[in-house]
């Protein structure tokens, strides 16, 4: 019997194909921002404004260690997507085994080092004495609970990989549901505190890890047997060389960013909460993009296991499109309407003022995030994670060298500028490597222009 859910990109209209793939994706992408975001509005309005900082301070280290398993999960999950788009499925089933083998032990020694160098790390950030108490008391709980995050963000991408979009998105939804109803309990009727939302937080993360891994177990293709956990050496040496590149650009670019955190922080608290509700908008914002990022890794990925590599360039074109709206709209919002949403996040009045000098900045040149994404997505599905990797290095090297030079001029617009040029650097990179991978491909039979006007019969 057919599984519906499954999405065989190899086959049919690619603007088709996408879209049926990117609307779930992005509402499960989506209801995740829009849930941290009420979650972080939650502790603000229910806790204060010192609270919301201490939360959003944690932003940097949590992107930091969670980034590094989503980046070796999307890694990973390359790989199983090219075996399914090749119709390989014994080596498939191999890579799923292996994949939950690497995932196991990377969840015991990034939840151990986490812990431990918590208070270090804060204090490396020069997180402010009055915030230190509740980040630790929301960092522990967290990263206790960080099994979980890794348990569905590895489900989440075989699913990706497969082509199952709808499962991660009916997760989201329940776990979205859950966290929200703890969070507004825990903190207006219990009165926890930071904890609460913590608390919270892992409840729902391990509800959506449940309704995916279900859903895993279901899939005859990646049912698993002992056999196929008994892997050679040969299968884990391609899952880390491909995961540890993704993870590796995650975590360096995070590093770039708590860079930034740590000389935001050494303005004082409002420096600190106003980048914390920008950093919050700018994640929200970059949502739909990300999510034609993950699309094309996907889409990329089967092609490029099935060796369809005219496919790959119209799905570039289908991806680019979903940015480019994206981009027209939610910029348009942080060049317009910058007070208005400085408002719904803080309340102290200079606060409002720093997310207001920030958010017209990056609104005008989200559009090189949003390009970003996609021609990263398709290096990376196309096997090559290591130039995303050193475009991550280019990118904390251009925000560490904006901010140190800037802040002490223009204040926290050279945080937003630190953005700007990052983004700019890592896209001419990722696209002059696309560029190179994808047209010595096409040279032989389909010309050498990737936007190239073509007839296809579907």
């Known amino acids: 019997m057919e599984d519906k859910k499954i999405i065989d990109f190899t086959q049919g209209n690619p603007a088709n194909l996408i879209i049926r793939f990117y609307i779930p994706l992005f509402f499960t992408s989506l209801l995740q921002q829009v849930y941290n975001f009420v979650d972080v509005l939650i502790v603000g309005k229910g806790l204060g404004d010192s609270a919301f900082a201490s939360v959003g301070n944690m932003s940097s280290l949590f992107f930091l260690i969670v980034g590094f398993s ?140 449940i309704v995916c891994i279900r859903r895993i177990r279901q899939i005859e293709l990646i049912r698993l047997h002992r056999d196929d956990f008994k892997n050679e050496k040969r299968v884990y040496t391609e899952l880390f060389g491909n995961g540890l590149p993704n993870a590796f650009m995650n975590s360096i670019t995070a590093i770039g960013c708590m860079v930034v955190q740590f000389f935001i922080n050494g303005y004082g608290v409002a420096y600190t909460t106003a980048y914390s509700a920008c950093s919050k908008y700018l994640n929200l914002f970059m949502n739909p993009a990300s999510t034609a990022g993950n699309a094309m890794s996907a889409y990329s990925s089967q092609n ?105 001029k223009i204040g926290i617009r050279a945080a937003a500028l630190a953005e700007v040029s990052a983004w700019t650097g890592a896209l001419i990179v990722n696209v002059i490597t696309f560029c190179r991978i994808l047209l010595p491909k096409l040279s032989n039979n389909e010309g050498f222009l990737i936007f190239k006007k073509k007839r296809r019969i579907y």
Request: hydrophobic share 55%.
């Open 70 to 209: 989503f980046g070796l999960a999307n890694g990973f999950g390359v790989l199983i997507a090219q075996s399914f788009g090749a119709k390989r499925y014994d080596e498939l089933r191999h890579r799923v085994a292996g994949t939950i083998q690497l995932a196991c032990v990377m969840a015991v020694l990034l939840t151990t080092v986490s812990i431990v160098f918590l208070p270090n790390a804060l204090r490396l950030l020069r997180t402010d004495e009055a915030l230190m108490a509740n980040c630790l008391k929301y960092g522990y709980i967290i990263f206790a609970g960080l099994f979980t995050s890794i348990c569905y963000n590895i489900s989440a991408a075989i699913l990706r990989a497969l082509g199952d979009s709808k499962t991660p998105l009916k997760a989201i939804i329940t776990s979205s549901i859950i966290n929200l109803a703890l969070d507004s309990l825990f903190i207006f009727v219990f009165r926890m505190g930071v904890e609460g939302a913590a608390i919270a937080t892992v409840i729902s993360q391990v509800v959506s890890s």
């Open 304 to 408: 490029y296991g099935a060796r369809e590599y005219g496919r790959i360039r119209d799905g570039l074109k289908v991806c680019l499109s979903i940015a480019l709206a994206a981009y027209l709209v939610l910029g348009s919002l942080m060049v317009f309407m910058p007070e208005f949403l400085a408002k719904i996040l803080v309340d102290g009045e200079e606060s409002i003022r720093l997310v207001s000098q920030f958010l017209p900045i990056c609104g005008v040149s989200i559009i090189a995030v949003d390009f970003l994404f996609v021609f990263r997505s398709g290096v990376q599905g196309m096997g090559n994670p290591v130039v995303p990797m050193w475009s991550g290095a280019l990118e904390m090297v251009l925000r560490i060298t904006v901010i140190t030079t800037l802040i002490g």
